[in-house]
């Protein structure tokens, strides 16, 4: 099993910066993808942005240029840096690490950590 523990939500206004984070612990072959996902109320999860093990970065077109993804793999962990922020940014942040070798891969999630942007 793998631990996803998250940090870094908060109440912030507009144009204000938050630096999520998530650490995997626990019993860790590889760690292939990770990314962060939102979820706003009444609307689905959906994805904001995911890295891959190689490095290789998607954004979803709503954060292009006010998020950055990044990784430590030595620490397990992976980070959003949130810029410019918006009052539709508010949602709960969840953490997604891919874990195992290629014939067992499982999805882990964290516990989610609340987003809010307001004046």
């Known amino acids: 099993q793998v631990q996803l523990v998250e940090s870094g939500g908060g109440l912030v206004q507009p144009g204000g910066s938050l630096r999520l984070s998530c650490a995997a612990s626990g019993s860790i072959f590889v760690i292939n993808a990770m990314g962060w996902y939102r979820q706003a109320p009444g609307k689905q999860r959906e994805l904001v942005a995911t890295i891959t093990d190689g490095g290789s970065q998607n954004y979803d077109d709503s954060v292009k240029g006010r998020f950055t993804i990044s990784r430590d793999s030595a620490k397990n962990t992976v980070y959003l840096q949130m810029n410019r922020l918006k009052p539709e940014d508010t949602a709960v942040y969840y953490c997604?690490?891919?874990?195992?070798?290629?014939?067992?891969?499982?999805?882990?999630w964290g516990q989610g950590t609340q987003v809010t942007v307001s004046s």
């Open positions: 997604n690490v891919n874990e195992g070798p290629l014939w067992r891969r499982r999805d882990y």
